[in-house]
C-alpha cells in the first residue's frame, strides 16, 4: 500500500480534490497561518474549517515539517495498520483463536473499500473509518480512558462523521445486549447523543458562521430533501417509502448511472452484507452511510469508488467474524471465511481493473503508468523547483499536491490573480474541461503569458 499510495503521488496521480486541498491546509497550520480554499470549481474560495470541520489537521500539521506532501498519505496508511491491529486484537479478545486472527486479517485486507481509498487520494473520513476497531475493542474492554481518545479523535475527523458514531455505538450497545449501558445509563446515553449533537451544531451553526452562509455547501448534494440538517432529517423519517426507492433508484439526468447503486449493493453483499440477514445490528450500524451515500444527486457517491466506500470495511470484517462464530465445527469456520475472502478479492480485483461502475478511471494505479515515464516526471519535479515559494500558482490538478508552499494555489484552468500556471500538455485529465477546451485554453494562457520553460508533457508561464 505504501508503494501504491505514495508511488501515485509520486507520480502526479493525486489530485486537488482532495489530496491537494488538504495538503495546503497542513502547510498553512504547520506555519501558524490561516487556509483559505482556492482549489474549488467556479473560483469559489471558502475558509477550509467551512467547507470540512476536520481539526483533526491541526494535530498531524506539525508532522509537514518530516514529511512534506506526503504526510497524509503516510499517516492514511499507518491507519490502515492501526485498523488491521485492532482487528486482530478484537478477534482474540473474543476467540483466543489466532488461526480466526488471521483469517479475519485476511479478510479485511481483501475488501475493495481499502485499496480504492488508498489508490485514489486522501480524506479524513477514512481515518476514521479506520478507527472503528479500535473503538469497539476498547469498548468491549471497558478501557474508558482509551475509548475516549479514539472517541474524540473519530469526532474531529470530519463534521458529519457524529451522525455515523450515533449509530455506532448504539450498535455497539446491541450487540453487548446493553449489559453495559444498564450499568451507568445516563453516562452512556450521553456518550451515545453527543457525537450527533456535535455533527449538529457544527454543520448548521458553526460551519454556515465560518462561511457567512446559511447552509454549508455540501447539503447542495442532498437539495431536493432539504438545506439544513433539520430538514433532511425530517423528510427521512417522513418519507420512509420515497427514503428506500432512492437507495436503489437512479436521480441523475445520465442513464450509465442507472446501475451503479445496485453495483455498490452487490458488492457490499459479496464481501460479507448478505449476512445483515442474520445480524442486522450491522446494518443499522452503517444506515447514515448508506444514507449519505445514496440520497445525493452526486452520482459519484453512489458507487464503489474513490473513499466513499470505506466506511463498509471494517464494519463487513466484523460481521463476518460474528456470524463465523455462530458454526459449530471448524471445518465449517474455514470454508465459510474463505468463501467470503475469496468473493471479497473477487470484488477488489473487479473494482481496480475499473470493470464496475462508471467511474473507469477513478483508480489510479501505481503500477498502471503507460503514458508518463519516469523521466517525464522528473522534468516535471524540475519544472516545479522554478516555481517561487512565495508565488500565486495556477497548477494542473494533479500538480496543486506537490505545491502548498506557494502563497495562493488555484487548480487550472481556474487563474484569477495567478502569476504562474504549470500544467501538463498531455498524458493527463483535463477535468473540468473537454479535449478541445483544453486546446483552446492553452492556446489563450500560451499567447497571454511569457514561457518561461517546456518539457516533453509540462509547460510553465509567467504572467507578462
Request: a positive charge.
Amino acid at each position: 500500500m505504501a508503494a501504491w499510495s505514495l508511488g501515485n503521488h509520486y507520480l502526479f496521480k493525486t489530485a486537488a480534490l482532495d489530496l491537494g486541498l488538504f495538503n495546503k491546509a497542513l502547510y498553512d497550520y504547520a506555519h501558524l497561518q490561516q487556509n483559505y480554499i482556492t482549489l474549488l470549481l467556479e473560483d469559489k474560495v471558502v475558509n477550509f474549517l467551512g467547507d470540512h470541520f476536520s481539526l483533526i489537521v491541526f494535530l498531524l500539521s506539525p508532522l509537514y515539517y518530516i514529511f512534506g506532501s506526503y504526510t497524509l498519505l503516510i499517516i492514511q496508511i499507518l491507519f490502515v495498520a492501526i485498523a488491521a491491529v485492532y482487528i486482530r486484537k478484537y478477534v482474540l479478545l473474543k476467540t483466543q483463536n489466532q488461526l480466526y486472527a488471521n483469517l479475519a486479517l485476511l479478510h479485511f485486507f481483501s475488501i475493495w473499500g481499502i485499496y480504492s481509498a488508498i489508490s485514489f487520494d486522501f480524506h479524513t473520513n477514512v481515518l476514521a473509518a479506520l478507527m472503528v476497531p479500535a473503538l469497539l475493542y476498547q469498548f468491549e474492554r471497558k478501557n474508558w480512558k482509551k475509548f475516549a481518545l479514539f472517541f474524540v479523535l473519530m469526532l474531529i475527523c470530519r463534521e458529519n462523521i457524529g451522525f455515523w458514531m450515533c449509530f455506532l455505538l448504539l450498535g455497539f450497545h446491541i450487540k453487548n445486549k446493553f449489559v453495559i449501558l444498564k450499568s451507568r445509563p445516563l453516562f452512556h446515553t450521553i456518550i451515545i447523543m453527543l457525537p450527533i449533537i456535535y455533527s449538529v451544531v457544527v454543520t448548521s451553526y458553526i460551519i454556515p458562521a465560518v462561511n457567512h452562509t446559511v447552509q454549508q455547501a455540501h447539503y447542495m448534494r442532498f437539495q431536493a430533501l432539504g438545506h439544513t440538517t433539520g430538514e433532511v432529517a425530517q423528510y427521512v423519517f417522513l418519507h420512509p417509502i420515497e427514503i428506500l426507492k432512492l437507495l436503489f433508484t437512479n436521480t441523475s439526468l445520465d442513464p450509465l448511472n442507472d446501475m451503479i447503486k445496485m453495483q455498490l449493493h452487490l458488492c457490499v453483499m459479496a464481501c460479507g452484507g448478505i449476512l445483515f440477514l442474520v445480524r442486522p445490528v450491522f446494518l443499522l450500524m452503517l444506515l447514515p452511510i448508506y444514507l449519505q451515500k445514496m440520497l445525493g444527486y452526486d452520482s459519484s457517491l453512489w458507487g464503489v469508488n474513490f473513499h466513499y466506500s470505506i466506511e463498509f470495511v471494517p464494519l463487513l470484517s466484523l460481521l463476518v467474524l460474528e456470524v463465523c462464530m455462530l458454526l459449530k465445527r471448524v471445518r465449517y469456520r474455514l470454508i465459510f471465511y474463505m468463501f467470503f475472502i475469496l468473493s471479497s478479492l473477487a470484488v477488489s480485483v473487479a473494482v481496480l481493473r475499473g470493470e464496475l461502475g462508471v467511474f473507469q478511471d477513478s483508480v489510479s494505479t501505481f503500477v498502471n503508468n503507460k503514458n508518463n515515464s519516469l523521466h517525464m516526471v522528473q522534468e516535471t519535479y524540475d519544472l516545479l523547483r522554478k516555481v517561487p515559494a512565495d508565488a500565486i500558482v495556477s497548477a494542473h490538478s494533479n500538480i496543486t499536491p506537490h505545491l502548498s508552499g506557494v502563497k495562493k494555489l488555484y487548480a487550472f484552468p481556474s487563474v484569477s490573480d495567478a502569476e504562474y500556471i504549470i500544467t501538463f500538455k498531455k498524458y493527463y485529465s483535463t477535468y473540468p474541461l473537454n479535449e478541445q477546451q483544453h486546446i483552446d485554453t492553452m492556446k489563450y494562457y500560451t499567447n497571454h503569458f511569457t514561457m518561461l520553460s517546456e518539457t516533453g508533457n509540462a509547460v510553465l508561464l509567467k504572467r507578462k
